[in-house]
């Protein structure tokens, strides 16, 4: 990890506010992961909050991501 949690916060905090409730989602840079460290489609993300519950999403391919896309634009939710 570049940055610790502290310098994470310090870092986000210093162009957006952050209220209780907030999550600060992190990653590695592309240049350090290894190319098996992608993420492949049916791979699924998951994130918990104790005693709130757990949110888990299937990674899709790019396809598939364009047709979500493409559903929501087609939908009028940016109208």
């Not at 949690?5 to 590695?28: H, K, M, P, W, Y």
């Not at 240049?31 to 519950?53: C, F, L, N």
């Given at each position: 990890m570049i940055f610790d949690i502290a310098r994470q916060i310090e870092?986000?905090?210093s162009f957006t506010r952050l209220?209780?409730?907030?999550v600060i989602l992190n990653g590695t840079h592309w240049r350090q992961a290894s190319a098996t460290a992608w993420m492949k489609p049916g791979d699924v993300?998951?994130?918990e909050?104790?005693?709130m519950g757990e949110l888990c999403?299937?990674?899709a391919d790019?396809?598939?991501q364009l047709r979500v896309i493409q559903h929501i634009i087609d939908t009028a939710y940016f109208r």
């Amino acid at each position: 990890m570049i940055f610790d949690i502290a310098r994470q916060i310090e870092i986000c905090s210093s162009f957006t506010r952050l209220d209780a409730g907030d999550v600060i989602l992190n990653g590695t840079h592309w240049r350090q992961a290894s190319a098996t460290a992608w993420m492949k489609p049916g791979d699924v993300v998951g994130v918990e909050i104790h005693r709130m519950g757990e949110l888990c999403n299937p990674s899709a391919d790019e396809t598939a991501q364009l047709r979500v896309i493409q559903h929501i634009i087609d939908t009028a939710y940016f109208r």
